[in-house]
């Protein structure tokens, strides 16, 4: 069946690092690909997503490519900000239009 | 993009009752969704509610113990039903993205059962 799977986290990083969470999928046919972001005491945000193959996702300085031969979509920001501190889930949608959630990796930036 | 609000934002009920949650959307919208997202772990869908009809229930989840109503198009209900500590989580209503397959979520229901 379709899943997601994402690094493990907890990730630290000094603020203005450069940033990579990994996520790889299967899926079959051509599922649409999220990021979603949750901040301490929110709810998920859309943060950014991908349609189809080679598209590129891009938010607040977050990025991801939609790479179709490595089922790949990596989450990549150039400078990390301590706002950005939060909770982010790879997903993906299936031909049901049903999200389906990686386990999510918590992310600290140190000022 | 859909502005959805759920009531309540937090609870903290006592073993063997039940919580009815509340969703509410801005705007009509087809589908809607409960989910489920235990401490420290990632989101579960518990089931898909489309106005007029039956909600459809995943794997794991049955209508006795998560009733669901969807009078309309902009609102719902989820109910806990009998609740034990086990259902301490958060729970999620989102809605689906008008001709995209993106979903927009609620802030969610911080329910703690003692």
């Known amino acids: 069946g379709n899943s997601v799977t994402q690094m493990e986290g907890p990730v630290t990083l000094s603020e203005e690092a450069f940033l990579t969470i990994n996520c790889t999928y299967t899926?079959?046919?051509?599922?649409?690909l999220f990021w979603y972001v949750q901040y301490p005491g929110e709810g998920l945000q859309l943060l950014l997503k991908?349609?189809?193959?080679?598209d590129k996702g891009s938010n607040k300085g977050f990025e991801a490519t939609y790479r179709k031969e490595t089922t790949s979509f990596h989450l990549e920001k150039g400078s990390v900000q301590v706002s950005d501190s939060a909770v982010y889930f790879c997903a993906l949608s299936d031909k049901e239009d049903k999200i389906i959630f990686g386990k999510g990796t918590r992310l600290h930036i140190l000022p | 993009s859909a502005v959805i609000s759920q009531k309540p934002s937090r609870d903290i009920c006592q073993r063997g009752t039940s919580l009815t949650i509340q969703c509410q959307v801005d705007?009509?919208?087809?589908?809607m969704f409960w989910y489920r997202q235990q401490p420290g772990q990632s989101l579960t869908l518990i089931a898909t509610a489309n106005q007029g009809s039956e909600a459809t229930y995943e794997s794991g989840f049955v209508i006795d113990k998560f009733p669901i109503s969807r009078p309309n198009l902009t609102f719902s209900t989820l109910t806990v039903s009998n609740m034990s500590p086990e259902d301490s989580s958060i729970y999620l209503c989102?809605?689906?993205?008008?001709?995209?397959?993106?979903?927009?979520f609620g802030p969610g229901t911080r329910l703690t059962v003692l």
């Open positions: 705007s009509q919208v087809t589908m």
């Open positions: 899926a079959t046919g051509y599922p649409s």
């Open positions: 989102s809605v689906d993205g008008q001709r995209t397959d993106t979903q927009y």
């Open positions: 991908a349609t189809k193959a080679d």
